[in-house]
C-alpha cells in the first residue's frame, strides 16, 4: 500500500484524480487513509489475478474507460523499483547505521524494497536478517 500513499499524495498536491483499485480484504484503516489523502478508492473482490473482478482488471478497465488516465502499476516495473532500492536506500541505511546492520524487516508491497535491499547488503555484508512483512490485502 506504500505505492498507493505515495501517488495519492503526489496526486493531490498536484490536483489530479486518484482513483485506486484494491484488494477486498485492505484493512479498513488503510481504505480510510487513502481517502483521507484525497484518493477514489474501489475495493474490489479478493480473487485470483486471472479473474476478470481483480483489483489490477479493475484499474485497467477504469484506464482504458477514462479520458486522460493514466495506469500506474508498480508490478510492471519491477527490475526498476528494485535496482532504485539497490542504489539508494540500502547505501542510505548502511549510511545512517555506519555499516553495523544485522537485520532489515520491511513492509510488503511488491518486493522491490527488500529484493534491493538484499541484494546491496550481500555484497556488503554477509550476516544480515531480511524479513518482509505483507500485510493483509
Do not use: K
Request: aromatic fraction near 2%; proline fraction near 5%; glycine fraction near 8%.
Amino acid at each position: 500500500m506504500a505505492v498507493g500513499i505515495g501517488l495519492a499524495l503526489m496526486t493531490a498536491s498536484r490536483g489530479y484524480r486518484c482513483v485506486l483499485t484494491v484488494p477486498g480484504t485492505t484493512d479498513e484503516h488503510m481504505l480510510q487513509l487513502l481517502r483521507t489523502l484525497g484518493a477514489e478508492v474501489i475495493p474490489c473482490p479478493a480473487v485470483p489475478p486471472t479473474d476478470e473482478q481483480h483489483y489490477i482488471r479493475e484499474a485497467q478497465r477504469a484506464a482504458q474507460q477514462t479520458a486522460g488516465a493514466a495506469l500506474l502499476s508498480p508490478c510492471d516495473h519491477l527490475d526498476e523499483n528494485s535496482h532504485c532500492h539497490h542504489d539508494t536506500t540500502a547505501p542510505e541505511i548502511l549510511r545512517q547505521t555506519d555499516g553495523l546492520l544485522d537485520a532489515f524487516v520491511c513492509a510488503g508491497d511488491t518486493g522491490g524494497a527488500l529484493a534491493g535491499v538484499c541484494l546491496y547488503t550481500s555484497t556488503q555484508r554477509t550476516a544480515v536478517l531480511r524479513v518482509e512483512e505483507s500485510s493483509r490485502g
